[in-house]
């Protein structure tokens, strides 16, 4: 199976703060990359996939880059409904792994 | 509007089978692959199966593999997962989600959630 390591596992920061989530495979994986947003409650919502293609409707501050291995989400100016969870996932091969989540809180 | 809902989910005690069905409108359900992913409370996202869009093909994450069983009717609209030997650790929300066609597989729609409770 393909390992999933998203760091950080939390991140504390303002409106307005450009952040970055990072996202490391165990095997390359071309860009079979995907960030999903999840509300508390919510189901998970399609970001990016493709590693870097900005699903429809969602916000142009919202950025995928990488391809091989290593994988990075960013968000250049944080707005107040970002605060919430974010997982990478792997659709290269199954089991379609995840990585463990970054929960994304107000300072 | 795309809408997956599911149902199906409720407190089972161990050992025991559940099935869960997902309904799906909105769009050309038969030209869609398929997915269960679930998240136990408190936990991460888990995929669990997948199948095809004919249904012939299908895949289980090791942990559940000769337990559950995914299938789908497409004159109905409907994807399902057959729970058997269920165990505590199966606890969680479980989401049927849509795979995005032409693309590298991601879940671009995906159900509330129906919550399946493992206990005695």
């Known amino acids: 199976d393909i390992q999933m390591t998203q760091s950080p596992s939390s991140l504390s920061a303002s409106v307005g703060d450009r952040i970055t989530i990072t996202c490391r495979t165990s095997?390359?994986?071309?860009?079979?990359l995907n960030w999903y947003q999840q509300q508390p409650g919510k189901a998970p919502n399609l970001l990016i996939y493709a590693a870097t293609t900005l699903h429809s409707g969602v916000p142009s501050r919202f950025s995928g880059s990488g391809s091989g291995t290593d994988f990075t989400l960013t968000i250049s100016s944080l707005q107040p409904e970002d605060f919430a969870s974010y997982y990478c996932q792997q659709s290269y091969t199954t089991p379609f792994t995840f990585g463990q989540g970054t929960r994304l809180e107000i300072k | 509007e795309v809408q997956l809902v599911e149902s199906g989910g409720g407190l089972v005690q161990p050992g025991g089978s559940l099935r869960l069905s997902c309904a799906a409108s909105?769009?050309?359900?038969?030209?869609?692959?398929m997915n269960w992913v679930r998240q136990a409370p408190g936990k991460g996202l888990e995929w669990v199966s997948y199948i095809s869009v004919s249904g012939t093909t299908t895949y289980y994450t090791d942990s559940v593999k000769g337990r559950f069983t995914i299938s789908r009717d497409n004159a109905k609209n409907s994807l399902y997962l057959q729970m058997n030997s269920l165990r505590a650790e199966d606890t969680a929300v479980y989401y049927c989600?849509?795979?995005?066609?032409?693309?590298?597989?991601?879940?671009?729609?995906w159900g509330q959630g129906t919550l399946v409770t493992v206990s005695s």
């Open positions: 095997q390359t994986i071309s860009t079979y």
């Open positions: 909105g769009f050309t359900y038969s030209n869609y692959e």
């Open positions: 989600a849509r795979e995005l066609v032409g693309a590298t597989s991601p879940f671009d729609y």
